[in-house]
């Protein structure tokens, strides 16, 4: 059955550490790439998809980000008194509808799949949408609204994936693809975080899902996988063993890892460069950097 996908969830509980120092007081979510925070992406993409439930899955120490979705009076106010209508609106654009957003607790980091269950009665008993933010994703076409596109055809459940190279199968769930039909794949097995020896391809899940009320159910009966962590590749794993549909869709974009430092800078300098405002004296920053680094080899 088919329905349309209204709500999200957004597990945000994780520890964050391969960002201490700086996430022992700031939740990763809240660092910013350019001038917006990662999770103010997030919330934009799944918006263009249609989104209008957003749910967070939080922590202790994560009340930061409770507090960015709040609405800034007094800020507002004085922009409004110094006739600043552009910074007005941008503020205003991060506003959330009340009623719109919700928070509960993951009390322990026992893995994405347990924060995933976590949101089971916010969520009832609808198909659904997951939204990892540290995954942020350039695209012409947001990603979830061409994975939200792409289920009004299907339905079932799909998951992103894109090609990564075979030393990084370990980093990844790995799909076991049954039919190819270019951008959307059949999935017969999913295989969470395999060497590469061991990985039945090199289509990788990244961090947007859309999927099916049952997940919750299996997640309820789930028991620690790889990492000692309940698995959300688990619970989708046991739907395509019970005979249910589960694609793997290449969506169109490009995928920065910002929950790594690596993918983080490079995000930085994508988007840095991607913005009008910024584009020519950072370039030009780019490009002596470069020719220093290559004078000083
Ligand atoms: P990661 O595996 O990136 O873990 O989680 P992490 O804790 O955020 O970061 P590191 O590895 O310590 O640096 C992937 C996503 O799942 C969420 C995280 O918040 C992140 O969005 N997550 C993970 C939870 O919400 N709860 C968990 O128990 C684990």
């Not at 439930?53 to 980000?65: D, Q």
């Not at 106010?77 to 110094?82: D, G, N």
Request: glycine share 8%; hydrophobic share 40%; charged share 25%.
């Amino acid at each position: 059955m088919k329905r349309k996908i209204t709500k999200a969830i957004f597990p945000v509980a994780g520890l964050g550490t391969r960002f201490l120092p700086a996430t022992k007081s700031i939740p990763k979510e809240i660092l910013t790439l350019v001038d917006r925070p990662l999770i103010q992406y997030a919330i934009d993409e799944a918006r263009a998809a249609g989104i209008k439930e957003f749910i967070f899955v939080t922590a202790r120490g994560k009340s930061a980000l409770e507090d960015y979705f709040d609405h800034a009076p007094e800020l507002e106010a004085t922009l409004r008194k110094q006739g600043k209508k552009e910074l007005l609106d941008t503020l205003k654009a991060t506003n959330m509808d009340s009623g719109a957003i919700a928070y509960i607790r993951q009390h322990k980091a026992m893995g994405l799949g347990h924060a995933v269950w976590c949101a089971k009665r916010l969520v009832g008993n609808e198909p659904f949408a997951v939204i990892l933010t540290d995954d942020v994703i350039a695209a012409e076409k947001p990603c979830l609204q061409q994975m939200v596109e792409a289920y009004a055809e299907t339905g079932g459940n799909i998951v992103a994936a894109m090609e990564v190279p075979p030393e990084k199968t370990s980093a990844y769930g790995i799909l076991d693809i049954g039919e190819d039909m270019g951008s959307m794949v059949t999935v017969k097995n999913m295989v969470e975080k395999p060497k590469a020896e061991e990985a039945p391809s090199n289509l990788a899940v990244i961090g947007r899902y859309i999927l099916t009320p049952n997940i919750m159910q299996n997640l309820s009966r789930l028991k620690k996988g790889a990492g000692g962590e309940i698995q959300l590749t688990d619970a989708i794993a046991e739907e395509i063993r019970r005979g249910e549909k589960v694609y793997g869709f290449r969506f169109r974009g490009q995928r920065f890892d910002c929950g790594s430092k690596a993918g983080f800078l490079q995000a930085t300098v994508a988007f840095g460069l991607a913005r009008e405002d910024l584009n020519g004296e950072f370039s030009q920053f780019l490009a002596e950097m470069t020719a220093l680094r290559r004078a000083a080899e």
